[in-house]
């Protein structure tokens, strides 16, 4: 039984450079989540689907960043053009529903290195 | 505005003996709290949760405590074991699951 896949698992790029991590959400799972990880803020969320519609991307840091779902298999998450304080480990969640006691099942993560 | 604080970077505790990791929120309007516990290298895994309704949630060897006049939960390891050892996150919830997470808490079992 697969669990959330993100890809690749390690990024290194240089600054001024496009970036994009994928996900793939767990089989039958609605609802979708972009999460970032750093030593300054912890996790935070940065953007959340349902039914492949974006619902909420209030936690979008800036125009440099961009999320789709073009299916529900599938999602990308896309940072242009990329800078060193975006540096961190970026999760994809993925729940079977919207509901607040349905439980979001993370991915391994995407360690992204901006030089 | 950190809405959901974990006071402590880090506990070390000897096996066996029971571990309390305790969180704080700010927003009154959080309704669902969960427990996820993270190994290096993957990603947090959910571990616990209370409804605001409840006060204590019990699965096992984990039990989480709600005190909402305090604005304080804290998640109890009894026993603790090795292989415990890993950084546990609070988390808060007001609606269709957009979770805040505290900084979380590096917790070490010595054998």
């Known amino acids: 039984d697969a669990g959330v896949i993100q890809s690749p698992r390690h990024e290194v790029t240089e600054m001024g450079q496009e970036v994009t991590l994928r996900c793939k959400p767990i089989?039958?799972?609605?609802?979708l989540f972009w999460y970032r990880q750093t030593m300054m803020r912890g996790l935070e969320l940065l953007i959340y689907?349902?039914?492949?519609?974006?619902?909420?991307d209030s936690g979008m840091p800036e125009d440099r960043f961009s999320a789709k779902m073009p299916n529900a298999s599938f999602s990308t998450l896309k940072i242009q053009p990329s800078e060193p304080r975006d540096s961190a480990v970026y999760f994809c969640?993925?729940?079977?529903?919207?509901?607040?006691?349905?439980?979001?099942?993370f991915g391994p993560g995407t360690r992204l290195t901006v030089l | 505005d950190q809405q959901v604080k974990q006071n402590s970077p880090s506990l070390s505790v000897q096996e066996g003996r029971i571990s309390i990791l305790n969180c704080d929120y700010t927003?009154?309007?959080?309704?669902?709290f969960l427990w996820y516990k993270k190994y290096p290298a993957e990603g947090p895994t959910f571990l616990i949760s209370i409804s605001s309704i409840k006060d204590k949630n019990e699965d096992g060897r984990f039990t989480v405590f709600l005190n909402k006049s305090a604005k304080h939960l804290s998640l109890h390891i009894v026993p603790s074991q090795p292989g415990d050892s890993a950084v546990y996150f609070c988390?808060?919830?007001?609606?269709?699951?957009?979770?805040?997470f505290g900084q979380g808490t590096i917790l070490t079992v010595h054998p």
């Open positions: 927003n009154s309007m959080f309704d669902y």
């Open positions: 089989s039958g799972h609605n609802s």
């Open positions: 988390a808060a919830s007001t609606s269709y699951g957009k979770l805040t």
């Open positions: 689907f349902n039914n492949n519609v974006p619902i909420d």
């Open positions: 969640a993925s729940s079977l529903g919207t509901g607040t006691t349905d439980t979001q099942y």
